[in-house]
């Protein structure tokens, strides 16, 4: 995958809130790592892993299950595409007063946002990933099903998504999927929403705004949830965390974010290479 010809402009509706936070242990001096950055971090690392990780048999299997011809190598990058762009949205159920409260000081510096729900206290970021994309996927093109059955792409990328720590949570009841109204109020409305829309968009314009497929098999959502794990922790690492949020000087600016996005982008292949991954390469062996 070319990935130059990637040129996001994370046009949106409304800014990226640089303070909204996504890690916090081990940063020094109390500080935070955007949410934001971690998200393009993680698609731009799971390029990385479709390019140098993933076999030829590995992406033409994802490509089929997508719906797509594996032997087009423009459906092939589509689904490179997608794959990045859905392991960028993992942390997306952090974008709520019931996540962000956990660092008091940064949940200070937050305005404008309404308070935490009763019904949210205790809730899991992955239990949210998953309740929000469930509701929020059909209204960004992804097939919700007639009568919102479970084999569904939206309703199956957002369970994979949401089971990214390991716990894979069981689909949302029915009132909930036909009254999203329900669950956006329950994980924060106003500029709670504003920001889920805004990160989800961003994600999508950097990898290339890829549309969505048409179907999702079993078999290419197994992968693909392999696939988001091991970039999360790829991404996740302290030193790589570190030496990226020391290029983070004013938070959510976009001419930031297109930089930070680049940046990530270019140290992928690097993370990847480091942690031992990659094609396995065979050496001749002479005949005796």
């Known amino acids: ?13 409304w800014a990226l809130d640089g303070v909204l936070w996504s890690k916090e242990d081990g940063l020094p001096d109390g500080l935070t790592y955007p949410l934001f950055a971690h998200l393009l971090d993680t698609a731009a690392v799971c390029l990385a892993l479709w390019d140098l990780y993933m076999s030829e048999g590995q992406q033409r299997m994802f490509t089929a299950g997508l719906g797509l011809e594996p032997d087009s190598d423009t459906d092939r990058e589509r ?3 997608l794959l990045a762009c859905w392991a960028g949205w993992h942390d997306l159920g952090k974008i709520g007063a019931y996540f962000q409260v956990k660092v008091p000081a940064e949940f200070a510096q937050l305005r404008g946002y309404p308070p935490l729900s009763s019904e949210a206290r205790g809730l899991s970021h992955g239990e949210a990933t998953q309740l929000y994309l469930a509701v929020r996927l059909p209204s960004h093109g992804y097939d919700g099903g007639d009568g919102l059955p ?30 999203p109204s329900l669950v956006i109020r329950m994980l924060g409305e106003g500029r709670w929403e504003e920001q889920r829309l805004a990160h989800l968009t961003a994600v999508a314009q950097a990898v290339g705004d890829p549309d969505p497929p048409e179907v999702l098999s079993v078999e290419a959502a197994v992968l693909a949830g392999e696939m988001v794990v091991l970039a999360d922790w790829l991404a996740s690492q302290l030193p790589f965390v570190i030496d990226q949020l020391e290029h983070l000087s004013e938070p959510g600016d976009p001419a930031l974010v297109v930089r930070h996005w680049e940046q990530a982008v270019a140290a992928g292949p690097g993370l990847v290479e480091d942690a031992g991954l990659g094609l396995p390469v065979w050496k001749e062996t002479p005949v005796s």
Do not use: C, E, W, Y
């Open 79 to 81: 689904a490179g595409s």
């Open 150 to 179: 479970a084999a569904s792409p939206a309703r199956r990328l957002a369970q994979l998504l949401g089971g990214h720590h390991g716990r894979v949570f069981p689909q949302p009841n029915r009132n909930r999927l036909r009254h």
């Open 1 to 13: 995958m070319n990935i130059g010809d990637f040129v996001p402009d994370f046009t949106s509706k």
